[in-house]
């Protein structure tokens, strides 16, 4: 059993800049892959970012890439998500999900393990 914790939302106008942390609890972390989601009101839960077990291969949807980078520290069991030029449309409830066999990373259904997220509310 994985638990993971989402920290570090909040309000940010425009153009500023968040990072979100996500701690795990498990002996295992470097073998998950870890991804972010997000989910605004009335929208589906769409993929942000995922980075494998090893932190050397990244992915990220394209609306955000080059305004986001995932990380991971595994001997600190955490992926963080840094987010810069935030835009309004970045709004959403944000989570993190971990899968130990995570091969379509973008997909929400194949992550075993999800946080309980935390709100992003970027301000025009």
């Known amino acids: 059993q994985v638990q993971l914790v989402e920290s570090g939302g909040g309000l940010v106008q425009a153009g500023g800049s968040l990072r979100l942390s996500c701690a795990t609890s498990g002996r295992t972390f470097s073998s998950y892959t870890m991804g972010w989601f997000r989910q605004a009101p009335g929208k589906e839960r769409e993929f942000v970012a995922a980075i494998s077990g090893s932190g050397n291969t990244t992915y990220y949807q394209g609306s955000v890439k080059g305004r986001f980078t995932i990380s991971r520290d595994n001997a600190k069991n955490t992926v963080y998500l840094q987010m810069n030029s935030l835009k309004p449309e970045d709004t959403a409830v944000y989570y993190c999900?971990?899968?130990?066999?995570?091969?379509?990373?973008?997909?929400?259904?194949?992550?075993?393990?999800w946080g309980q997220g935390a709100q992003v509310t970027v301000s025009s």
């Open positions: 999900a971990a899968d130990k066999f995570a091969v379509q990373v973008t997909k929400p259904h194949v992550y075993d393990y």
